[in-house]
């Protein structure tokens, strides 16, 4: 064995060591937001993934179900559940068009939207305050490289060892 090939195996190992600490990492603090999220949202009567819709929904009237299901990373069917609730509660209205279904906010919906969006704003910016504005930008930057990554690889990677 070449004196460089027994060099490169504990580099490999770390760096897939790194990996792992890096998701790990990435996901507690995913975890940690969300669950704090759902509490704050809680007192609204809203879920984290109902006021997400709600937030989009108003941002970008007149969207349909499929451009709201990509853009919340959901199925088809966890976003017609989703909705459902949203307009059963009054907030939300399908508006038929052709095969598709746009998607607007009620006046309610609105209402409750602009009462809450802000707060929200409010408290994301709170749990990365730790952060210096230049590394805000800097994460980011490195999270959206790292999405732009995922989406131009269609094949899982080989995960056998």
């Known amino acids: 064995m ?36 759902e509490q704050r949202l809680r007192v609204s009567g809203l879920s984290a993934a109902q006021f997400d819709a709600l937030a989009q929904i108003g941002a970008h009237e007149g969207m349909t179900q499929r451009e709201l299901a990509r853009r919340l990373l959901v199925t088809q069917g966890a ?3 989703l909705l459902d609730k949203l ?17 607007v906010l009620t006046e309610a919906g609105r209402r409750l939207r602009d009462s809450v969006v802000p707060g929200q704003e409010r408290f994301q910016a709170e749990q990365f305050a730790a952060l210096t504005p230049a590394e805000q930008r800097t994460l980011l930057r490195l999270l ?3 999405q732009r990554a ?9 995960v056998s060892g």
């Open 150 to 158: 995922q989406r131009s690889s269609d094949d899982p990677p080989d």
């Open 2 to 37: 070449a004196d460089g090939e027994n060099d490169q195996r504990p580099d490999a190992a770390r760096q897939r060591r790194l990996g792992v600490a890096l998701w790990t990492r990435l996901a507690q603090v995913y975890m940690r937001n969300i669950h704090l999220t």
């Open 87 to 103: 307009e059963r509660r009054g907030m939300i209205r399908r508006c038929p068009d052709g095969r598709l279904n746009r998607l």
């Open 144 to 146: 959206s490289k790292l």
């Open 79 to 81: 976003i017609t559940q």
